[in-house]
């Protein structure tokens, strides 16, 4: 029987989970995060490069060898069928790396792992994890930040947004909320509430 438990961290693009996983991260609770096990697959000449190569075109490879993003980002959420081509490519291989990583945390004595996916459930993570949180935020909020962070359009940041599960998927498949509208302080409350019921120890 294992020994720890797997926490799912979603919400949709702009909520605020990267924020919060930081927080997570800041108990000293270990969290995988999904963008970086992707950005390890988008390293120049990988199987999952020449896969996407495959599926999107030779363009969305730049000259070096290396994963245009930006290209790559515009053909895939250019529709909903692109979308679902570029996650059943990719997501496979993310789910192998997360197991790998689940495997050595669990070997350092991790009690409680954290998996940080905006697409959680698109890759059926949410299959292998104990409990689920997902982080919320109001539109207006999200579109906000998703184009200061990714210094893209509204329309893009709409096109981005639509392309995901509305909030109320997110609210009715998740066992804990975290409502990221407020200021950091109430963030964080919201928090360590959650994790004081995970664990001993856990949000002091």
């Not at 950005?39 to 999107?56: E, M």
């Not at 998740?174 to 919201?190: C, G, P, S, W």
């Amino acid at each position: 029987m294992k020994k720890y438990r797997i926490i799912g961290l979603t919400g949709q693009s702009g909520a605020g989970k990267s924020t919060v996983a930081e927080f997570i991260k800041g108990d000293g609770i270990c969290v995988i995060n999904a963008d970086l096990l992707v950005a390890r697959l988008y390293n120049s000449g990988s199987v999952c490069i020449k896969s996407l190569s495959s599926a999107f075109g030779a363009e969305i490879i730049n000259c070096d060898g290396s994963l245009n993003r930006p290209v790559l980002a515009q053909k895939a959420f250019s529709s909903k069928k692109n979308t679902e081509l570029l996650n059943s490519i990719v997501h496979p291989f993310v789910i192998y790396e997360f197991l790998r990583e689940i495997k050595a945390a669990a070997f350092g004595g991790a009690e409680l792992v954290v998996f940080d996916a905006p697409q959680l459930f698109e890759c059926n993570a949410d299959m292998i994890c104990d409990v689920i949180i997902s982080v919320t935020a109001d539109l207006q909020t999200r579109i906000e930040r998703i184009c200061r962070r990714d210094k893209i359009s509204r329309e893009q940041a709409l096109q981005r947004v639509n392309a995901q599960y509305d909030e109320d998927f997110f609210r009715k498949n998740a066992d804990y909320i975290i409502n990221n509208n407020h200021e950091l302080n109430k963030t964080q409350e919201q928090i360590k509430e959650i994790l004081s019921e995970l664990g001993p120890n856990r949000g002091d």
